[in-house]
């Protein structure tokens, strides 16, 4: 029975979050927390169908050149190291605390889903195709555009780096990629493209939930079939959402993706 | 404006594709649906589907700084190898409760 929940609030929230374009782990995590489950076993979850996401969505990133590996690493080091202590910490906080920081997790998703500017400065296309990609030895690279090619430099490292901190810090604590928070980092922080700011968030949330994963997983927070529902239903969902997210005005698709998490985090802050 | 900037153009193209990062997802999805029965057979399944959903993204990593060089990457390969560093220290506070 603790399976088919998972493997359904798995699916529905990671077709939701797909096809809304946040990603599902901030929606399975609350879910599952109404439905009975405690803090550590909804963040495996979580981090389990973030992790499955990522694994399915690496054929068709590294076909497009899209994400940037090396900025991925930069980031993620500082990012993973909040990430192992938000794990940590998530068997000693009270559920009060975990669900505080879950709510003001989903709130930025919210704003990050919904306020979030279009992609901007794509007009100076001055490089061959041939010339997309990374580039070796910097934080920079080139992304595809009208069958040119758009430069781009990651800029303020440090700061970018010291802030992936504390996002590690809420997706180790929540159970979530921190994706919400990353791809706004890279993107108005540290200059990058959105294309590729996004791409990169995709790459790097499998490293964060890796990072988390080593700690609760030996823990026992889930049981193997429950985790085996949880990949098995993320992949199900994240597959149908894909298909979905084609068909949706994508604007609308946030909005209404943006309610059902209010919603969500209004049931999470009303007295039990 | 970082898009607006030129710059250099980028070196020879780094991103590489292994067919086991094609065939990992698909090996992961099918030992979730074994892993759901509780049964020594399921739960060795559901620990190899964990494990390879985990190896997919290392294994990405790992093929893409193949091809980075000491000499121009050196501080990437060295972020691949703290980063190698924390995940282990994550799981031995994993382990050790």
């Not at chain 1, 782990?25 to 981090?47: H, Q, R, S, Y």
């Not at chain 1, 990012?79 to 669900?99: C, I, K, N, Y």
Request: proline share 7%.
């Amino acid at each position: 029975m603790e399976q088919l929940v998972v493997a359904v609030t798995a699916a529905a929230g990671a077709a939701a979050g797909v096809a809304g374009g946040i990603g599902g782990a901030v929606l399975i995590v609350p879910l599952l927390l109404l439905a009975g489950f405690d803090a550590p076993a909804a963040a495996t979850v979580g981090l389990l169908s973030v992790a499955t996401a990522t694994a399915a969505a690496a054929p068709r990133q590294l076909a497009q050149r899209l994400a940037n590996h090396r900025l991925a690493v930069t980031v993620e080091l500082t990012a993973s190291l909040g990430v192992v202590v938000g794990a940590s910490l998530l068997t000693v906080v009270s559920e009060a605390v975990f669900r505080g920081v879950l709510v003001a997790a989903i709130l930025a998703a919210v704003a990050a889903g919904v306020l979030g500017r279009p992609a901007r400065g794509m007009e100076a296309a001055v490089l061959p195709s041939s010339a997309i990609g990374e580039t070796p030895g910097g934080l920079a690279g080139a992304y595809g555009l009208g069958g040119r090619a758009v430069p781009y430099r990651a800029q303020r490292i440090p700061l970018g780096m010291g802030l992936a901190v504390g996002v590690g810090l809420v997706s180790g604590v929540t159970g979530t990629s921190g994706g919400y928070l990353k791809t706004p980092l890279m993107r108005e922080v540290m200059g990058v493209p959105i294309k590729v700011a996004a791409a990169t968030t995709t790459f790097a949330s499998g490293l964060t939930a890796i990072a988390g994963l080593a700690v609760l997983l030996p823990r026992g927070a889930v049981a193997p079939p429950v985790a085996a529902a949880a990949i098995l239903g993320a992949a199900l969902g994240g597959s149908a959402g894909a298909r979905v997210q084609a068909r949706l005005p994508p604007r609308g698709a946030r909005r209404v993706l943006a309610v059902l998490l209010l919603l969500i985090a209004g049931v999470l802050l009303w007295p039990s | 404006m970082a898009e607006l900037t030129p710059e250099p153009p980028p070196g020879p193209r780094s991103q590489v594709a292994p067919r086991s990062l094609r065939v990992l997802p698909w090996l992961a999805v099918a030992a979730a649906a074994i892993g759901l029965f509780e049964h020594p057979v399921g739960t060795a399944a559901a620990v190899t589907a964990t494990l390879a959903v985990m190896a997919t993204t290392l294994l990405r990593l790992a093929a893409e700084a193949r091809g980075w060089t000491a000499a121009a990457d050196r501080r990437y390969l060295l972020a691949v190898v703290a980063l190698v560093v924390v995940i282990a220290a994550g799981a031995l506070l994993g382990v050790r409760g």
